[in-house]
């Protein structure tokens, strides 16, 4: 699974071919999520509110580098690293 991303111990990742809806992974000590890009919300799992925040702030901004990242995926391409916060 690619990681994307990497911020203040949160660790952004795709599957390759993973089902829909569009979405990402996130790892943060210890706890794991997934999080629906067209919404900007949480679908499964759980953070800790400061991290689910810094995730939804950091998702509304590269919302569009997201989705096409999810396209790369589902074509078994190399995502694009995202920019992180901070």
Not at 9 to 18: A, E, P, T
Not at 21 to 33: D, E, L
Not at 41 to 59: C, F, I, N, T, Y
Request: with cysteine.
């Amino acid at each position: 699974m690619p990681t994307i991303c990497v911020f203040y111990g949160i660790v952004i990742q795709m599957f390759f071919r993973d089902h829909l809806p569009p979405h990402f992974h996130v790892k943060y000590a210890g706890s794991q999520a997934t999080f629906d890009i067209q919404k900007l919300a949480l679908m499964d799992g759980r953070l800790p509110p400061k991290e689910l925040r810094l995730v939804s702030e950091w998702a509304t901004l590269h919302q569009d580098e997201l989705l096409e990242n999810w396209r790369l995926c589902k074509s078994m391409q190399a995502p694009n690293l995202i920019a992180p916060l901070g």
